[in-house]
Each structure stands twice: as C-alpha cells, then as structure tokens.
C-alpha cells in the first residue's frame, strides 16, 4: 500500500446505508469529528472472507459510541450485515476492515446534541506479509512519550478517536529513534500497552498481562488469554512495573491489525521469542482459520 493515497482507493464505502464509490465517500472541513474528536471506530480482520470475532467488535463500537453520548442509528445486526456486505462489494479475502462512527457538521461547538450521527464501514486488501518465521524475529519497543491517562480523566472503555493522538506522537518519536513502537505506561507509572496494542510477558512458562485498569481491554488481548488458558498456560492479570522488564523471558504485542507480534528488545531489555509465544501465535492463525 506504499504510495497510494487512502482517499483513492479502488471500489465502495458503505457510508449511511449506501454502497458509495471509494473516491466519492468524503465529509465536509467543518464537522465535529475533525474539531473535536467525536467519532468513534473498529479494526476488523477478515480470512478467507468472513470477518474475525464479528459480532464482538460491532459490540464494542455500540459500546464506544453510547459512552460518547452518540446513538448509532442502526441496530447491531444491521452493522454486521453491513459488514458482510462491503467485504462482498470489494471482493476481498483477506482485508482489513475500518467501521467509523461520527458527528457530523449540523452543530459546532463544545455541545453537540444537534449533530447528525453517520456511519460508514471501508474495507481493503491487508494480506498476511510474514510468515510465523519472519514473526518470530520480534520487534524493538523504547519508552513512549505519553502516559495512559487517569480513569477518571477520559473514556477510556471507548475506541475513541481522540484517545489516539498521545499514540501517534509516542510512537512518531519512536520510529525518529530507531524503534517500530513504543511501550506505554499508565498514570501510575506501571506498564500499560503499546501505542495500538495490548502487550503480554512470559516467564518460566507463564504469561503476564496489565490489568486493563486504565487502557482498553482488547478483543484480541482476551482471544489470547482464552487460548493460553486451553493450554493450560497460566495467565496473570496484574500490575507490572518497569523494574520487572528485565525479568521476563518472551514479550509480544497483540491486536487485530498486527496479530501476535514478538517483541525482542524494550530499551535495554532482550527478550527471545519462544516456544510460548510461537504456540499462541500458530493457535490463533488456526482459530481465525
């Protein structure tokens, strides 16, 4: 996807119950979403045709979009349907899939009651690019900018818009370094998740995980605790602290958009992608088939 223009690309977005073209399926300069952060949004994948965990990212964007004070005006079952139906529409097998909710430009200003809620559901090529070799060879994480915020501070249960820019600045400073993420700690100072993915340590056999006290407790981060749990690999769900980094054996981001990805080094920490992590990986490539 080099070089190429995401407002360009071949075929159909289903926007407001419409198949609209690609190129056609734009909304104006002055609409809350762009000023003030209204909007709301999903990353499914799909294999072989058929969308990942469906029902439970549509779920969630019903979720997120109440928690924003924003009521979507289609039911759940009509957003799946949708779903299916532009994946058909741009005849893809194996896509990535971008469900957004947002305001509109009917109103402007901090109150936004009057706004017009609009949906639509884009969907492009996103093909497998490494294999579970080239996957084991692990990514490198240095300490982001920013923090999670406080609980009490923003709405950190939704897959909002706005909680991502502390993420696209973390991990800008991040690449200008040398690095391919950052890893994010919490309002207290604990390990929280990258700047787009959940993260999990393994020692001696056993995984550990942040408690998603702060940050969102992603679908796929619960896929991989249901999986390691088949395995009877025990999951801990815990608070860790950056002195413990240097305690574990393996470490691997997840999401759906990157999977499992193995990370070999945060900072001055190494890690060797192993056995635990390859299992999780090839158990998840079999579930989503």
């Not at 499914?44 to 924003?70: P, Q």
Request: net charge negative; aromatic share 10%; glycine share 6%.
């Amino acid at each position: 996807m080099e070089n190429t223009s995401y407002d360009n690309l071949p075929g159909y977005i289903w926007m407001n119950g419409e198949f609209i073209k690609w190129a056609d399926a734009k909304v104006h300069v002055i609409n809350h979403a762009m000023h003030y952060a209204s909007s709301v949004f999903e990353g499914n994948r799909a294999y072989n045709g058929k969308v990942f965990k469906l029902e439970e990212h549509t779920a969630r964007l019903f979720k997120s979009a109440e928690i924003l004070d924003m009521k979507i005006p289609y039911t759940e079952a009509e957003i799946n349907q949708a779903c299916k139906d532009i994946l058909i529409k741009q005849n893809i097998k194996s896509a990535y899939m971008r469900p957004i909710v947002w305001r509109g430009s009917e109103q402007m200003g901090i109150s936004a009651q009057d706004t017009k809620i609009n949906v639509a559901i884009a969907v492009w090529d996103w093909p497998s690019y490494f294999s579970i070799e080239d996957k084991m060879k692990g990514i490198r994480l240095t300490a982001a900018l920013y923090q999670r915020p406080a609980p009490d501070t923003a709405p950190f249960r939704a897959k909002a818009a706005g909680l991502y820019m502390i993420c696209t600045l973390s991990k800008h400073a991040a690449e200008a370094k040398g690095f391919d993420d950052a890893l994010m700690l919490d309002y207290q100072g604990n390990v929280a998740e990258s700047t787009g993915s959940n993260i999990f340590f393994v020692k001696d056999g056993e995984l550990h995980t942040p408690d998603p006290y702060c940050f969102l407790n992603g679908i796929t981060r619960q896929t991989i605790i249901k999986l390691a749990e088949q395995a009877n690999i025990k999951v801990n769900v815990r608070t860790i602290t950056p002195d413990e980094l240097s305690t574990f054996d393996e470490c691997f981001l997840c999401g759906t958009a990157i999977e499992i990805m193995p990370v070999r080094q945060i900072d001055t920490h190494n890690y060797t992608p192993s056995s635990v992590t390859k299992q999780l990986i090839e158990a998840y490539v079999e579930l989503h088939g």
